[in-house]
């Protein structure tokens, strides 16, 4: 056997006890990752701290803070897809986290997901939100121009209301005008007041005027300076009484101090807005309240035909059949609108003395039971 042979044999009787005496890399343990990303974190290098949260949480899929880290990271450089699944481990894992919910939300507006953006703020808003002002200013404000959008002003109206008496509560003697200087809420508020379906980015620049004023009339409202908010909608009738929306938003202003005046600002928007279910509506509630019974329901019988998904015009409608003594009309109205809106209370009620009227007691006395259910739950989320 020459050289080469005997050294070929004895490297290959060798390379079993060479691998085994050689180091693999050792692969980083939770903990080492961890520690290196709170120390890139703390050091503000953040492009290095992405990756390191990213695959700690790889390795402890169970660990919160490396999920908020690792989402709110994301967030502030824009990476809203991988902001959003961080937020969606997130609140998988802290499942009543109200700020996981309100980033999650956020995160999803961002991806134009408007559906699930709005469900997720409306969930983080339901479980709190937390001390940090700036950030509940922020949800409350995108939760309300998602609401305006999916065509339910009166809940952004409720959402910036809060802003403006929690930013009053805040600043206590600052004054009216302070607050009127926040244009971003008082041009949402004025979206809201006039009922269009639009962010507000995307209203015509045309209709900025009219916003305007119309948002400043209805943070008057919400300050509770109700001379100087009625000074404020009568100005923007005079200016604008042919735009849609206008003679609505004056006519909820007038709801409790002008009951009448309130019912010929909405016989105006008819005028204005032939196709508008809604002040239709509101010219049946005002007509119950009056007691014009009969009138009140050809307006609520058109408001159901304009807008059949309109819950709260099958709710007017029911009311009056019952006022009418009609109560088998009634019952079936109600039934539509609990169909429509069943965590509605005012809808359980009237589905409730629909059934009292037609002595069906069990069946009354099991919505009435769920119209305090839904009504408690409501007075607690107002507080």
Same mark, same amino acid.
């Given at each position: 056997?020459?050289?080469?042979?005997?050294?070929?044999?004895?490297?290959?009787?060798?390379?079993?006890?060479?691998?085994?005496?050689?180091?693999?890399?050792?692969?980083?343990?939770?903990?080492?990752?961890?520690?290196?990303?709170?120390?890139?974190?703390?050091?503000?290098?953040?492009?290095?701290?992405?990756?390191?949260?990213?695959?700690?949480?790889?390795?402890?899929?169970?660990?919160?803070?490396?999920?908020?880290?690792?989402?709110?990271?994301?967030?502030?450089?824009?990476?809203?897809?991988?902001?959003?699944?961080?937020?969606?481990?997130?609140?998988?894992?802290?499942?009543?986290?109200?700020?996981?919910?309100?980033?999650?939300?956020?995160?999803?507006?961002?991806?134009?997901?408007?559906?699930?953006?709005?469900?997720?703020?409306?969930?983080?808003?339901?479980?709190?939100?937390?001390?940090?002002?700036?950030?509940?200013?922020?949800?409350?404000?995108?939760?309300?121009?998602?609401?305006?959008?999916?065509?339910?002003?009166?809940?952004?109206?409720?959402?910036?209301?809060?802003?403006?008496?929690?930013?009053?509560?805040?600043?206590?003697?600052?004054?009216?005008?302070?607050?009127?200087?926040?244009?971003?809420?008082?041009?949402?508020?004025?979206?809201?007041?006039?009922?269009?379906?639009?962010?507000?980015?995307?209203?015509?620049?045309?209709?900025?005027?009219?916003?305007?004023?119309?948002?400043?009339?209805?943070?008057?409202?919400?300050?509770?300076?109700?001379?100087?908010?009625?000074?404020?909608?009568?100005?923007?009738?005079?200016?604008?009484?042919?735009?849609?929306?206008?003679?609505?938003?004056?006519?909820?202003?007038?709801?409790?101090?002008?009951?009448?005046?309130?019912?010929?600002?909405?016989?105006?928007?008819?005028?204005?807005?032939?196709?508008?279910?809604?002040?239709?509506?509101?010219?049946?509630?005002?007509?119950?309240?009056?007691?014009?019974?009969?009138?009140?329901?050809?307006? $609520?019988?058109? !408001? /159901? @035909? #304009? +807008? *059949?998904?309109?819950?709260? &015009?099958?709710? =007017? %409608?029911?009311?009056?059949?019952?006022?009418?003594?009609?109560?088998?009309?009634?019952?079936?109205? $109600?039934?539509? !609108? /609990? @169909? #429509? +809106? *069943?965590?509605?209370?005012? &809808?359980?009620? =009237? %589905?409730?003395?629909?059934?009292?009227?037609?002595?069906?007691?069990?069946?009354?006395?099991?919505?009435?039971?769920?119209?305090?259910? #839904?009504?408690?739950?409501?007075?607690? &989320?107002?507080?």
């Amino acid at each position: 056997m020459d050289g080469h042979s005997v050294t070929a044999v004895i490297l290959l009787l060798l390379s079993p006890l060479l691998r085994a005496g050689q180091t693999s890399p050792q692969k980083d343990t939770f903990d080492e990752l961890a520690a290196r990303a709170r120390q890139a974190l703390d050091a503000d290098r953040v492009e290095e701290a992405i990756p390191l949260y990213g695959r700690a949480t790889e390795l402890r899929p169970q660990w919160s803070e490396g999920w908020w880290r690792l989402g709110t990271l994301q967030y502030d450089a824009r990476r809203f897809p991988e902001a959003r699944d961080a937020f969606a481990h997130f609140v998988a894992v802290e499942g009543k986290a109200g700020p996981g919910f309100g980033m999650l939300g956020l995160s999803e507006f961002q991806l134009k997901r408007y559906e699930q953006a709005l469900a997720a703020l409306e969930h983080g808003i339901r479980l709190g939100l937390g001390p940090n002002r700036e950030f509940e200013r922020t949800v409350l404000y995108r939760d309300a121009t998602l609401n305006t959008l999916m065509g339910r002003p009166e809940v952004a109206i409720q959402r910036l209301t809060l802003l403006m008496n929690e930013a009053a509560a805040a600043h206590p003697g600052a004054g009216a005008a302070s607050f009127l200087s926040d244009l971003e809420a008082v041009d949402a508020l004025g979206i809201a007041a006039l009922r269009i379906p639009k962010l507000p980015a995307a209203v015509p620049t045309e209709k900025a005027s009219l916003v305007r004023q119309a948002g400043r009339a209805q943070a008057l409202v919400a300050l509770q300076d109700l001379p100087a908010a009625g000074v404020e909608f009568e100005q923007l009738a005079a200016t604008y009484g042919s735009e849609p929306g206008v003679h609505y938003a004056y006519g909820v202003f007038l709801l409790k101090t002008n009951p009448p005046g309130a019912l010929a600002e909405f016989q105006k928007e008819i005028e204005v807005s032939p196709k508008d279910a809604d002040a239709r509506a509101q010219c049946a509630f005002a007509c119950l309240r009056s007691g014009d019974f009969g009138t009140g329901r050809e307006y $609520a019988e058109e !408001a /159901v @035909k #304009l +807008a *059949p998904g309109n819950f709260a &015009a099958h709710i =007017v %409608l029911a009311r009056l059949w019952l006022a009418l003594d009609n109560a088998a009309q009634a019952l079936a109205q $109600a039934q539509i !609108a /609990v @169909k #429509l +809106a *069943p965590n509605s209370p005012d &809808a359980r009620l =009237v %589905l409730s003395n629909c059934y009292a009227q037609t002595n069906r007691q069990q069946e009354a006395e099991r919505e009435r039971a769920e119209f305090q259910r #839904l009504k408690d739950l409501a007075d607690r &989320a107002a507080r």
